[in-house]
C-alpha cells in the first residue's frame, strides 16, 4: 500500500528566503506524484506532477520538485518566497494504472511567509 | 472554462439530520472522485465515477454514506443520519478520461459540521 508524508505539518519562512517543503513516499511500484496548493476558500490547485521521464519538474509560480527514488522523497522548492505563497500545500501519489485519480494525501503543510 | 463547483460552501447539521452535497464537474469531463478531510488529517480518497458508473468505491466509510451521478454529469453526496465524526471537508474533483485523467480539477470543498 502506497503512503505519502509530509514532514512538518507547519512551515515559516521569510519573504525572499528558499522555500522546502518535505514530502517521502512509500510505494512498491513506481508512483505518480504531485503537489496541490490550496490558497483560503478555493479548491486544490495542482503545481505540478511526476508521471515519467525528467526527475525535476517545474511547476506554476516557480515552484518545483525533484523526484529521487534512492530516498522516496519529492521534495518541492521555490528559491524566493513571495506572500501570495501563504497556502497550505499537499503532497499527493498514486500507483497509476487504472487508479489514476485515486490519490493519497499527505498530511498537508501551511506555508506562513512573513516580510 | 468552469471550474468545479460544489453546494453547499458550508453546512451545519444536527446528529441524525440528512444532509446531501452536490458536485458540478467540468463539462466533458468522465472522471468524477469524492474525497474527505476530516479535521487534522489527510484527504482521502472516497470513491470514482466513471461517467455515471461507480469505478471505485472502496473508501467510503460506511452505508451511511450513498453517492449517486444521474446521467453522468453532477454527483450527489448524500449521509443519513450523520454522526459527529463526518464532521469535515468534502472534496469533489474531475478529470478527463484517458490521457489526461491523473490531473484532477478541485472543488473547493463543502464543509460539513455535525453538531
Known amino acids: 500500500a502506497q503512503s505519502v508524508t509530509q514532514l512538518g505539518s507547519h512551515v515559516s519562512v521569510s519573504e525572499g528566503a528558499l522555500v522546502l517543503l518535505r514530502c517521502n513516499y512509500s510505494?512498491?511500484?513506481?508512483?505518480?506524484l504531485f503537489w496541490y496548493v490550496q490558497y483560503p476558500n478555493q479548491g486544490l490547485q495542482l503545481l505540478l506532477k511526476?508521471?515519467?521521464?525528467?526527475?525535476l519538474v517545474k511547476g506554476i509560480n516557480g515552484f518545483e520538485a525533484e523526484f529521487k527514488k534512492s530516498e522516496t522523497s519529492f521534495h518541492l522548492t521555490k528559491p524566493s518566497a513571495h506572500m501570495s505563497d501563504a497556502a497550505e500545500y499537499f503532497c499527493a501519489g498514486n500507483a497509476g494504472g487504472t487508479s489514476y485519480g485515486k490519490l493519497t494525501f499527505g498530511q498537508g503543510t501551511i506555508l506562513t511567509v512573513h516580510p | 472554462e468552469a471550474g468545479v463547483t460544489q453546494f453547499p460552501s458550508h453546512s451545519v447539521i444536527e446528529k441524525g439530520q440528512t444532509v446531501t452535497l452536490r458536485c458540478d464537474p467540468i463539462?466533458?469531463?468522465?472522471?468524477l472522485y469524492w474525497y474527505r478531510r476530516v479535521m487534522g488529517k489527510e484527504i482521502k480518497f472516497l470513491l470514482h465515477f466513471v461517467k455515471e458508473s461507480k469505478q471505485d468505491e472502496s473508501g467510503m466509510p460506511n452505508n451511511r454514506f450513498l453517492a449517486e451521478r444521474t446521467g453522468g454529469t453532477y454527483s450527489t453526496l448524500k449521509v443519513q443520519p450523520a454522526e459527529l465524526e463526518d464532521s469535515g471537508v468534502y472534496f469533489c474533483?474531475?478529470?478527463?478520461?484517458?490521457?489526461?485523467?491523473?490531473?484532477?480539477?478541485f472543488g473547493a470543498g463543502s464543509r460539513l459540521t455535525v453538531l
Open positions: 474533483a474531475s478529470s478527463h478520461a484517458g490521457k489526461g485523467a491523473n490531473v484532477l480539477t
Open positions: 463539462s466533458g469531463h468522465d472522471n
Open positions: 511526476y508521471t515519467t521521464g525528467a526527475t
Open positions: 510505494s512498491s511500484v513506481p508512483p505518480y
